[in-house]
């Protein structure tokens, strides 16, 4: 009993790789969390079974701010999407009114259909 409550080698073998893992897990839990990802779940996933989820999330992770080229279009064409599902026919047309009485023009018009004023192209 001369080395009672002190690790030694063997015990340190078992616990390294364990302390290794979960600080992978904590890097991993927190990486996938700024990228909308559940964090929680990666965490432990990585912490059970680094070998395997750790080349999972690498490959699955979603790309941050490093890579905008990436990330950006998709959220362009979703915005786009909503703003041509949500908006009024009336916008999407382009309408335009005469600079003389007010009255709507119809599209390419090149004189107002009630006053007669010539419409200036743009
Ligand atoms: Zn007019």
Known sequence: ?????????????IILPWLVGLGI???????????GMNGVAWGIGVALLCIVFLPIYLIVRKPLGGAPSAGLPVQVSTEQNRAVSAGPTVTTEQASFCPSCGNR???GARFCARCGAQIPTT
């Open 1 to 13: 009993m001369d080395s009672a409550g002190a690790i030694g080698l063997p015990e340190l073998m």
């Open 25 to 35: 897990a904590i890097l991993v839990g927190r990486d996938a969390n700024s990228r």
């Open 105 to 107: 023009l119809t599209t």
